[in-house]
């Protein structure tokens, strides 16, 4: 099972390259759309390069009440939890 840090580094990796976001924002607590600046394109963006970096697809329900880099860790774990036991 893909562990919290490994998680973590994905979404900081991914905020860096992809999104071009200073690594100095990047924080547990940056909030996406305020802080990071990610619209509704990026999340989806960002949530498929999720899936494709580790099996877990997220839905968008899964993403709607995720503000915080730290959620969407949560998120994610939640769901590599679900499918462990499914």
């Not at 990047?26 to 494709?52: C, F, M, P, V, W």
Request: hydrophobic share 40%; aromatic share 4%; charged share 35%.
């Amino acid at each position: 099972m893909i562990t919290e840090q490994e998680i973590r580094k994905l979404l900081y990796d991914a905020l860096e390259n992809l999104f071009e976001i200073d690594p100095a924002k990047i924080t547990g607590q940056a909030n996406l759309y305020e802080d990071l600046e990610i619209d509704s394109i990026d999340a989806i963006d960002l949530l498929d390069h999720i899936k494709r970096q580790t099996g877990h697809k997220l839905q968008a329900e899964d993403f709607r009440s995720v503000r915080t880099i730290d959620d969407v860790v949560a998120a994610v774990m939640k769901k590599a939890q679900e499918n462990e036991e499914a």
